[in-house]
Nanobody
Framework: QVQLVESGGGLVQAGGSLRLSCAAS????????MGWFRQAPGKVRKFVAA????????YYGDFVKGRFTISRDNAESTVYLQMNSLKPEDTAVYYC????????????????????WGQGTQVTVSS
């Protein structure tokens, strides 16, 4: 079983930046594809970004539009989500997730592809 712990959330003004981190407890971390999802109150969980085991392939949700960057440090067993130009509509609980499967264009945004989830970190963007 993999334990994931997110951090880095908080309150930020519109236009600001945050960097989320997600540390995994199980190694080798490099065998896991990683993803970020978010869920706003009363809404369904939505895909944000994903990164392959090597870090060579990334996917983003349409709403990201160049504002967010996902990256990973396999030596530190950590995945990051750099979020810039934040908007009030980015307010949500952000979850990281992992899968032992291979990231493909057919599965990267499917929550069912990911077997383990973190507890989430709150991001609040004020206007």
């Amino acid at each position: 079983q993999v334990q994931l712990v997110e951090s880095g959330g908080g309150l930020v003004q519109a236009g600001g930046s945050l960097r989320l981190s997600c540390a995994a407890s199980r190694r080798p971390f490099s065998t896991y594809a990683m993803g970020w999802f978010r869920q706003a109150p009363g809404k369904v969980r939505k895909f944000v970004a994903a990164i392959s085991q090597s870090g060579g392939t990334t996917y983003y949700g349409d709403f990201v539009k160049g504002r967010f960057t996902i990256s990973r440090d396999n030596a530190e067993s950590t995945v990051y989500l750099q979020m810039n130009s934040l908007k009030p509509e980015d307010t949500a609980v952000y979850y990281c997730a992992t899968s032992v499967g291979y990231l493909r264009s057919s599965n990267y945004d499917d929550a069912g592809f990911y077997g383990y989830w973190g507890q989430g970190t709150q991001v609040t963007v004020s206007s």
